[in-house]
């Protein structure tokens, strides 16, 4: 009965090995093996890796990503191209882990085609990969990723959100000056970002003459905030801060109005989505929010973005998406500007770019691939987010 | 030489037939001894596709995958003494790799550079010793974890190991004073030994591929001796096994010992290998991958996990490359769900699985197994 | 003291989905003894049916089909319908044919139902959590959840609801195992199997039924937990059915009113832990799993004593 099936076993065995043999050589061959929109491309054309969580629990912001990307390639290829060739992206999921994207940084460095990397957009993916791409040349622009221990990867290594450092600072100075509140408490997601923004927001309160009453932390993913609110509630804040997403934010929000906690909220970044109004309702009316893009601006550049996201994606971008549209054309206009597709040059143009008008706002590099970007903010007014009347200083 | 046990081929059933006795001589025999001829193919392929691919493949992305493959051989090999031969159903194995990957990270961190401010690259030798003392960590983890399951059965035993990998990694992501938390530690200096760096993917590769060898052999040989004849006694029956006077608790503790301090080590290399950890590399999705390879490859022998990672790592790259796969990437999931239910329900034993597993596993055989079980405990007691 | 008061019933509170999640849970375990992984993932399609059932359209495999509509009643309803046919179907394919296997096969399977159905939502609904729609009768014109405060303490009229729900379907499920024939047959198919069917039970319908009923309380207690948290998502299920398994075996496995007991306890232990251990709300998610420990550690039978037996 089974010993027939073992002869069959070994067979089958042996035939896969072999598979795997003639998989692994044929991958030596065609190094585009691993390309979904662009095929084995001559060396000419602009292929960039986009690289983000495109599964698993933060699948929505790869999502994002992505849908940035592909409008940017949409738009290079009507307009003819990048030095004369087509646009495309490869996508890399890297589930926000980092020897995931340790993995998809190694297949972007082999397939010769990629000339630049639109990611990644978790900070310790972007720590683990940045080693990787910093080795081998190949430059690597991060449209999200804040972690201060970026700055130092190297200089293939660039971004174009600010660090946390910088949010935090620019959104205490806000918090005690420009609104005028100064007890004021913290609720944080304990990830890398939640936490190393709100450390960098409560000593900027406290420096600039504010007070943090309370200061509570949860994990990504939780749904029971209740605890932590009664807390803050007791210590009676004027305003909350909330560092973190909006999955978790809007939850907070709307157990905050039902524990009676009727104060301003301010959320960080990674609020500034048309789901949080979705997701919030009610309790959101009115919650400030730190954006690293608002679509509402009445710019030329956004307006002609969020009009191709909307016709494509139907409903509005968000900072995600906007980021890596940024990066995609920045990119592009280095190499546009190198005169030809390649690693190094684009590397070098990087270098020497200047201020780059993005949609996100103005894009200049310091000698860490840093930016100084100014900060936007926008309110939810009858479920949508528009420019706040208050702004902070636009330096 | 009858009894001698590296003639007797008891894995796969074929003692009485005696065709299939092997007199290989005993170096070959200790390392791909307790298998069956079958399963000795399948390795000594493996082993020569593994030397010589690296050099046939010129792509880096492929040996970074292999590399990736051979870790994850040694955490199913690992896991697989723990369930496949003790059969603990043990849900938070990946603990212990976090846990020797921690331990490297904060010894080299936190206490050389931070603490001593010394010039890390002069502490090489270091990394070979913290592979020992990482391991060894973690095996103390693991009797110390283990240690409070002793009289739970089955499903408690599972979520109670489930519980414990959840809490230690809890604890990494927010003992920030230790771990700095979901930061992460960044900084773990590459391997390197007497002047030689271990720069290239290729030499990575390689020292991983020995790391997993000697795991192996090390394995092999343990669970062919009386300790792992004890495992497979308690996987069996543990009320007959106590009756025939085997401590069980003294090697239950010893299993998780055992299989906890492979995943050590290996975090260990881990952490040299990546140069960073943080917690995301160490959920409990891991657990589940880590236990789906065990099983998918056949419980219970040596070859079993090996297979399940390089056909299950193997399989996932190159689903990668579809473009539907790419646009669906739940489809993945779905594929490791209906492996895992299908494997379960016609194929318990695996793709390698020893007749002795299939035996205990499938239902129909297990049924008069459990009416003499029941028979002997009533007599018993 | 009123924060002290606010934060007990905040744990209340949560107890009692965990209690809905741990009654349904441990009828079904002490039958088939299987911590059915899969378990969270009926009480997430729970929620994502009667989410379904409420709006007037739903993206579904990305492309937007228009919906019924109904109100919150019907729509639970029917998602509970739905749900208990899915576990009855999931019992039949995935653990029935493991009934006679050991512990290890069976509990492996679960997890891959679980994986299996966490992404089979994830393709039907996309990744994205999806808003519950805001329930009539529940809700001000303002579009918050109706509420009122009691010395000192804010409750809504939904938490509210939740609580007499729970206690109604504990009342119910107990009466109905204790007091019905089925439920006589259920009891004897937990306590042996071979013994009952030997005298005459049909082991193999009561066990079905057993799932339809566990399953539709499970879609329930998902209904209820998405509208007082106005979402639900694909993975929204893992960490509920695993602190629902725990709630059980705390209250003694195979007892109902000790599940019940058991979710109300840990919901108190986490609010009020959370609150007032130092670094407690950092390590809120830990308490869980230590109070398990404990337990299998000290007193293994649970609170209120288990109706199966420990060692197998």
Partial sequence: ?395 | ?381 | MSSFAQQLVNGLMIGCLYALIAVAYTMVYGIIELINFAFGELFMFGAFITIMMMSKDITLFGHTAPMPHLSFFLAALIAMAVVGVMGVVIERLAYRPLRNAPRLAALISAIGVSVLLQNVAQAIYGSNQIPFPNIGLFTTAAGEPKSFAFGGVQITYFQLFVVAVTIVVMLLLTTFVRRTRMGRAMRASAQDKRTSALMGVNVNRVIALTFLIGSAMGALAGALYGGVYHAAWPLMGFTPGLKAFIAAVLGGIGNIPGAFLGGLTLGVIEALGSAYLPLGSQYRDAFAFVILILILSFKPSGLLGATVEQKA
């Fill in chain 2, 1 to 381: 030489m009858a009894d001698d046990p590296q003639n007797v081929d008891v894995e796969s059933g074929e003692a009485a037939g005696g065709r299939f006795r092997t007199r290989l001589n005993p170096i070959a025999s200790a390392v791909l001894g307790g298998t069956s001829r079958r399963q000795r193919l399948v390795m000594a392929a493996l082993l020569a596709l593994a030397i010589i691919l690296p050099f046939i493949v010129q792509e880096d992305r492929w040996v970074t995958l292999m590399t990736v493959v051979v870790i994850y051989v040694v955490l199913a090999s690992g896991l697989n003494i723990v369930v496949g031969f003790t059969g603990l159903l043990d849900l938070g194995y990946v603990a212990f790799y976090a846990i020797g990957a921690y331990y490297t990270a904060i010894i080299f961190h936190n206490v050389l550079l931070v603490h001593y401010g010394v010039d890390i690259d002069k502490y090489w030798w270091l990394m070979w010793v913290n592979l020992l003392v990482g391991g060894l960590m973690a095996a103390g983890a693991g009797a110390l974890l283990g240690y409070p399951t002793l009289r739970v059965r089955g499903d408690y035993l599972a979520i109670m190991t489930l519980g414990f990998g959840e809490i230690i990694r809890i604890v990494a992501s927010n003992w920030v004073g230790l771990t700095r938390g979901p930061s992460g530690i960044p900084g773990i200096p590459k391997p390197a030994f007497l002047g030689y760096d271990f720069q290239s993917t290729v030499s990575l590769y390689f020292l991983g591929l020995a790391l997993a060898l000697l795991s192996l052999w090390v394995i092999s040989r343990i669970v062919r001796s009386r300790v792992g004849r004890a495992w497979t006694a308690i996987r069996e029956d543990e009320v007959a096994a106590e009756a025939m006077g085997i401590h069980t608790s003294r090697y239950k503790l010893l299993s998780y010992a055992t299989g906890a301090f492979f995943a050590g080590m290996m975090g260990v290399f881990f952490g040299h290998y990546l140069n960073y950890i943080s917690p995301s590399s160490f959920l409990l999705m891991q657990s589940f991958l880590i236990l789906s390879l065990v099983v998918l490859g056949g419980m219970g022998n040596i070859a079993g996990p090996i297979l399940g990672a390089v056909i299950w790592i193997g399989l996932q790259e190159y689903l990668n490359n579809f473009t539907f796969v790419q646009i669906h990437p739940e489809t993945r999931g779905i594929a490791l769900g209906l492996v895992l239910v299908l494997l379960m329900v016609f194929r318990p034993q695996g793709l390698l699985g020893s007749l002795r597993v299939a035996l205990e596993m499938h239902p129909k055989t297990r049924a008069e197994s459990e009416h003499e079980r029941q028979e002997w405990s009533d007599a018993l007691h």
């Fill in chain 1, 1 to 395: 009965m089974i010993q027939g099936r073992r002869k069959h076993l070994i067979i089958a065995v042996a035939i896969l090995a072999l598979a795997l043999a003639l998989v692994a050589a044929g991958g030596c061959g065609s190094s585009g093996s691993s390309s979904s929109s662009g095929s084995t491309a001559p060396a000419a054309d602009f292929v960039v890796g986009v690289a983000g969580p495109m599964t698993g629990q933060y699948a929505t912001y790869g999502q994002s990503h992505k849908e940035g990307a592909q409008i940017a390639v949409d738009e290079l290829n009507a307009n003819g191209g990048v030095n004369g060739a087509k646009a495309s992206f490869v996508i890399g999921d890297d589930l926000g882990d980092p020897q995931q994207a340790v993995l998809v940084a190694q297949k972007f460095i082999d397939d010769k085609s990629i000339v630049v990397v639109d990611g990644h957009q978790f900070s310790g993916a972007t720590i683990a990969a940045g080693a990787k791409y910093q080795s081998a040349g190949m430059p690597m622009v991060s449209p999200s990723a804040t972690n201060p221990d970026i700055s130092t990867l190297g200089d293939y290594i660039w971004r174009i959100c600010m660090t946390d450092a910088v949010q935090g600072a620019g959104l205490a100075k806000y918090s005690v000056e420009q609104l005028g509140k100064k007890n004021i408490a913290i609720i944080y997601d304990n990830s890398d970002y939640g936490r190393g923004l709100a450390d960098a927001f409560a000593s900027g309160v406290e420096s600039d003459g504010g007070k943090v009453v309370e200061k509570q932390q949860y994990a990504t993913g939780d749904t029971d905030f209740s605890s932590q609110l009664t807390k803050i509630k007791s210590a009676n804040p004027d305003l909350l801060f909330m560092s973190g997403y909006y999955p978790e934010g809007s939850k907070i929000a709307q157990q905050a109005r039902q524990l009676g906690l009727d104060v301003q909220l301010l959320g960080s970044d990674g609020y500034a989505s048309d789901q949080l109004p979705k997701l919030g309702g009610a309790a959101v009316e009115g919650m400030l929010v730190s954006t690293f893009f608002d679509y509402t601006k009445n710019d030329p550049a956004v307006k002609k973005f969020v009009a191709a996201y909307k016709a494509k994606y139907k409903g509005n971008p968000d900072w995600f998406a906007a980021n890596s549209y940024d990066v995609t054309m920045l990119a592009a206009k280095a190499a546009e500007n190198a005169g030809k597709n390649d690693r190094t040059a684009i590397n070098d143009a990087l270098g020497s770019i200047g201020t780059y008008q993005g949609i996100s706002g103005p894009i200049t590099f310091d000698k860490n691939g840093d930016v100084q970007k100014p900060l936007s903010i926008v309110v939810v007014k009858n479920g949508k987010l528009i420019t706040a009347p208050v702004q902070p200083p636009q330096q």
